[in-house]
Every structure is written in structure tokens, then in C-alpha cells.
């Protein structure tokens, strides 16, 4: 069954601190991750997508890793601002069905000054 | 602005009335979808359109049903509805199998 579990559910950092995101993906065959970040009563927006040949990507403060062998793959915030507050989702499309995304349930941060 | 809008932002209905969520894109992408956001969060297809034909319908009531004028709007009726129809709903479009952008969501309640 095609599944995206992500830990934890919820964390609270203080501003300027770092923080590390996790996401186990089953979906098979992989085509590639993504993450998205959800600010409350907004749409989701992207921030990464990793192929299978890509290991490592920034977008400014936010850094994905992917290790496809164990199917992890982790989202690590740099220097947590305010506005890093929302909800953190790992996204993996099924190849085989349309590339349709399975979503993971999100990780909610809440940064505190 | 390029996006992706839907119209209402917020509505809150009757058990058994029927109502409808209208959703453009201006991005010139072929592919459109509707998902369902429900109280825990997760986010799950409901339907997906290329170039105005259904490509993906996911198990959902008949009491939904989506209709694409052009390939630029993706509507969502909803007929009879119910309590647990009670969710966000998110339009979000793509080019082909490309990144999904998507709109800011419409709150449906229905009391």
C-alpha cells in the first residue's frame, strides 16, 4: 500500500534554532519527493522536489535529503524564522497511477521568539 | 497575478442543500485537480483533468461532480450534502505531471 508517514506530528523551536523534519515513503515505484509547506488557511506550496538520482537540494533556509534504498527522506530548517510557522508535508506520486501524490498527514511547527 | 483562484473562500450551508466551488488557473497548465483537506489534515485526491477529460476519479459519492468548461477552470458540484462533506477543499493545477500549484482553499461547513 502506497504510504507516506511523517514524524514528528508537531514541534515547537525557538526562533533562530534548527530543526529536522522525517518522512518514510512506501510508494513504489518511485518517481520523485516532495515537499510542501502549508501555512495555516492557505494552499499548500512547493518547496523541493528530489529525483531519484538527487540526494541533497536547498531552497534558501530549507535543505531535503532523500535516501532511496530506505526510502527517507528528511526536510532540515536553517536559522527557524517566524514565518517558518505551518505545516510541512511530504508528497510522493505514484508512477502507476497517474503520478497521482500521496500526502503525508504533515508536520506542524510553530516557531516562538 | 499568476495563480490559482477559487471562489468562495468560506461556505457554510444546510444539510441537503447543493452548492458549487469554482476554481481558474491563468498558468496555462493542462492538468487540473480538486482534493479534499479533512479535519487531521490529509490532504486526498478527489478528481483530475487533462485538456477537459477526466483522467483520475477517486472513490468518491456521486453527490460530487466535477465539470471543466475549458481547460483553465475545473468546477466542483456538490449535490445533497452532508456533515461529513464538511473539509477544505483545494484546486491546484499542473503542467502535464510537473509541480502542483495550489489555490488557497474553500472551508466548506455544512451545518
Known amino acids: 500500500k502506497n504510504q507516506v508517514e511523517q514524524s514528528p506530528q508537531s514541534l515547537i523551536i525557538l526562533e533562530g534554532k534548527n530543526c529536522t523534519l522525517q518522512?518514510?515513503?512506501?510508494?513504489?515505484?518511485?518517481?520523485?519527493l516532495r515537499w510542501y509547506k502549508q501555512d495555516t488557511g492557505r494552499g499548500p506550496v512547493s518547496l523541493t522536489i528530489m529525483t531519484f538520482s538527487e540526494n541533497t537540494k536547498s531552497n534558501g533556509r530549507y535543505t531535503a535529503t532523500l535516501d532511496a534504498d530506505t526510502k527517507q527522506s528528511s526536510l532540515h530548517i536553517t536559522a527557524s524564522q517566524l514565518s517558518d510557522s505551518a505545516s510541512y508535508i511530504c508528497?510522493?506520486?505514484?508512477?502507476?497511477?497517474?503520478?497521482?501524490?500521496?500526502f503525508g498527514g504533515g508536520t506542524r511547527v510553530l516557531v516562538k521568539p | 497575478d499568476t495563480a490559482v483562484s477559487q471562489t468562495p473562500k468560506y461556505l457554510v450551508t444546510q444539510m441537503g442543500n447543493d452548492k458549487s466551488i469554482k476554481c481558474e488557473q491563468n498558468?496555462?497548465?493542462?492538468?487540473m485537480y480538486w482534493y479534499k483537506q479533512d479535519s487531521k489534515k490529509f490532504l486526498k485526491i478527489m478528481f483530475s483533468?487533462?485538456?477537459?477529460?477526466?483522467?483520475i476519479n477517486e472513490t468518491v459519492p456521486n453527490r460530487f461532480s466535477p465539470k471543466s468548461p475549458d481547460k483553465a477552470h475545473l468546477n466542483l458540484h456538490i449535490n445533497s450534502l452532508e456533515l461529513g462533506d464538511s473539509a477544505v477543499y483545494f484546486c491546484?493545477?499542473?503542467?502535464?505531471?510537473?509541480?502542483?500549484?495550489f489555490g488557497p482553499g474553500t472551508r466548506l461547513t455544512v451545518l
Open positions: 491546484a493545477s499542473s503542467q502535464n505531471r510537473d509541480e502542483q500549484f
Open positions: 508528497v510522493a506520486p505514484n508512477r502507476d497511477a497517474g503520478n497521482k501524490l500521496t
Open positions: 518522512c518514510n515513503y512506501t510508494v513504489s515505484p518511485f518517481s520523485n
Open positions: 483533468y487533462n485538456n477537459k477529460e477526466l483522467i
Open positions: 498558468l496555462g497548465h493542462d492538468t
